[in-house]
Structures are given as structure tokens and as C-alpha cells.
């Protein structure tokens, strides 16, 4: 991989654990934080397979898309998990202690 698209790929490993720590955290909203991270994602990952030497933009395009939506659904799933796992966890020590 080159210089140009490791550095991309750094920015998409960025975006993903933005995204999944400020769905976790309740940042901002969950729905704006994994649209703008899923979307933001799929640009660097765009970005990071079209610096390959001879490849053509739409396959980048496709790909890059493509990778960004599969992964950024993953660390969706993931963050959306815990995060309802913890609020389920408060609720019922409310109700216990209430």
C-alpha cells in the first residue's frame, strides 16, 4: 500500500472509532453520528483504494463504498449493542432500587 492511501486508511480507522465512541458516549445524536460516520468513512476508504497505482476510479468507487458500508455497519452493530446493553443495565438498577 502506498504512503497516500495508508494515510487515508488511518483517517477511516479515525472516523470508525469516532463514530463508535461517540455512539456509546452519547456525544450527539446516534442517527447523526452514524450517518456522518458511515458517509465521512466511506469517502476516506474511497480515497485510500484510489491512490493504487492503475486502478480505475469506478472499481475504487465500488469497492471503497462497498468497504465503507460493510465495516461501518459492523461498528454500528457493536456500538448500538453496548450501548443498549448499558441502558438496560440502568433501567433494571432504577426499578431495583426504586
Known amino acids: 500500500m502506498q504512503a497516500g492511501g495508508m494515510f487515508f486508511f488511518l483517517l477511516f480507522c479515525v472516523v ?16 447523526n453520528s452514524a450517518s456522518a460516520g458511515i458517509l465521512v468513512g466511506c469517502f476516506f476508504m474511497v480515497l485510500s483504494i484510489n491512490t493504487t497505482p492503475d486502478r480505475h476510479p469506478l472499481v475504487a468507487l465500488f469497492t471503497g463504498v462497498g468497504i465503507g ?28 432500587e426504586g
Open 16 to 31: 470508525m472509532t469516532a463514530m463508535y465512541v461517540s455512539i456509546r458516549r452519547q456525544w450527539i445524536s446516534p442517527t
Open 69 to 96: 458500508l460493510i465495516i461501518g455497519a459492523a461498528v454500528l452493530a457493536v456500538a448500538w449493542f453496548f450501548h443498549s446493553n448499558e441502558l438496560r443495565a440502568q433501567m433494571s438498577q432504577q426499578s431495583v
